[in-house]
């Protein structure tokens, strides 16, 4: 298919790109680089009909607790409001623009501007003005300044298992309907439990967000590249495993049960030849490997995936949420927030405080998928030249059925991708 990009940006359509005519098994290179590709996806993919993860209910547990974060490259505030509702707002003031909001976290009655003091509701609406009526009968707003028309912007918000979703979007699907079978990855894992934060990790990576959002919905590489699940056996391809996506093909979530290895001769052969699986590594202390099959369906890894920004996985019993925050074309900022449950046990946390060390910016698996991103970043170059290949599993959208040896949900992507971009 030869459809000049970005019809809206005439910078990039005088650079005569086009997308490869295969269609969604190829990525151009430049995708990852285009600096007005990437100003269009703020527009049409974050701005747009999406849900995009904000945090935990239970980091804004208090009426007033607020945090703040992002969606794409714009501010926004979280905040458990006045009547108990969690609700979101841009984190820009209707004045003038300033930044509302400063810290990451915080409690307060009111959200204050320190410009020139417009006071609003934890919802976002317009409760004071500063000099609203001048002095002396000088100065002052119109007499018709409507105070209901000057609140902060409001977004959509919605939650699942306590996990909040928000939308720039009116057009943005309800939020289950959205994310379709995929929402029961999420309940499988939280089972509607009260959930409890236990850390975080931030971590720039210097490479294209969309490289890092193929990162988890590849299943391919899970066994390849991460020394770790194979030499210890948390994740292998001979284990029974399986790919699930929703029916728009934009989300996404896979599954693996340790200890239930059928090797084949066929797979004897090929592990020998991983570098994943190292007979030569030992672990001194071993008590990172156990797991405790605490929802009794015997998976011990769920990666979760939903378009275009946000991850959930339970790794044994480590669990976390990721959220992938753009930082223009050649960065990203990776937000993982641990959790647990409210009615764990003390011997519970520790399990998953200890597990951690296998996830995060340092982690002994996730180390190795930032680096392979910013490795890819590198060998990219300035994106003139080159396409990504991604046929494993075959050509179609389902082709590879729900086998983890496929690429079937990054065709998936890139399908949605060019759907939303109209490229
Ligand atoms: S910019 Fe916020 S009060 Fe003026
Ligand atoms: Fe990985």
């Known amino acids: 298919m030869n459809t000049p990009v970005l019809d809206a940006t005439p910078a990039a359509a005088a650079a005569h790109r086009s997308w490869p005519a295969e269609g969604?098994?190829?990525a151009p290179y430049w995708a990852y680089r285009d600096p007005a590709l990437y100003a269009l996806e703020q527009e049409r993919i974050f701005r747009g009909p999406h849900w995009h993860y904000l945090g935990l209910e239970a980091e804004v547990p208090e009426r007033g607790s607020y945090k703040g974060t992002f969606i794409g490259e714009l501010p926004v505030i979280l905040t458990r409001s006045e009547d108990g509702s969690v609700a979101a707002v841009l984190n820009r003031c209707a004045h003038r623009g300033n930044l509302v909001v400063r810290e990451p976290f915080g409690k307060t009655q009111k959200l204050h501007c320190v410009y020139h003091s417009w006071t609003f509701?934890?919802?976002?609406?317009?409760l004071s003005v500063a000099f609203r009526n001048g002095l002396r009968g000088e100065g002052g707003l119109p007499k018709d300044f409507s105070m209901a028309e000057h609140g902060l912007r409001k977004l959509r918000v919605a939650t699942i298992c306590g996990f909040v979703f928000a939308t720039f979007s009116d057009d943005t699907p309800p939020l289950e309907e959205w994310l379709g079978e995929v929402a029961d990855g999420i309940r499988r894992v939280c089972r509607d439990k009260p959930l409890k934060v236990l850390g975080y990790d931030t971590q720039r990576i210097h490479a294209n967000w969309k490289l890092y959002h193929e990162n988890p919905r590849d299943s391919y590489h899970a066994n390849i590249l991460h020394t770790f699940y194979g030499t210890f056996g948390l994740s292998r391809q001979s284990q029974e495993s399986g790919m699930v996506l929703d029916a728009s093909g934009r989300h996404v979530y896979f599954y693996t049960k340790a200890g239930t290895e059928k090797d084949s001769a066929d797979y004897q052969q090929t592990a020998?030849?991983?570098?994943?699986?190292?007979?030569?590594l030992a672990l001194e202390d071993t008590s990172i490997l156990k797991w405790r099959d605490e929802i009794g369906d015997g998976v011990s890894i769920?990666?979760?995936?939903?378009?275009?920004s946000f991850v959930l996985h339970q790794i044994a019993n480590s669990l976390a949420t990721r959220q992938l925050v753009p930082r223009g074309p050649d960065e990203c900022d990776l937000v993982w927030t641990y959790f647990g449950f409210a009615d764990d046990d003390e011997e519970t946390t520790r399990m998953r405080l200890a597990q951690m060390n296998l996830v995060g910016s340092a982690g002994m698996v996730s180390v190795?998928?930032?680096?392979?991103?910013?490795?890819?970043?590198?060998?990219?170059?300035?994106?003139?030249?080159?396409?990504s290949f991604i046929e494993m599993g075959g050509r179609e959208l389902d082709g590879g059925g729900?086998?983890?040896l496929s690429e079937r949900a990054i065709r998936n992507f890139w399908h949605a991708y060019r759907q939303d971009m109209r490229i």
């Open 121 to 126: 509701s934890l919802k976002g609406d317009l």
């Open 272 to 280: 020998a030849a991983l570098r994943s699986h190292n007979a030569g």
């Open 24 to 26: 969604f098994t190829r």
């Open 302 to 308: 769920q990666i979760l995936t939903t378009y275009p």
């Open 402 to 404: 729900n086998t983890k």
């Open 368 to 387: 190795e998928d930032a680096a392979v991103c910013e490795m890819m970043m590198r060998a990219i170059g300035d994106g003139a030249t080159g396409e």
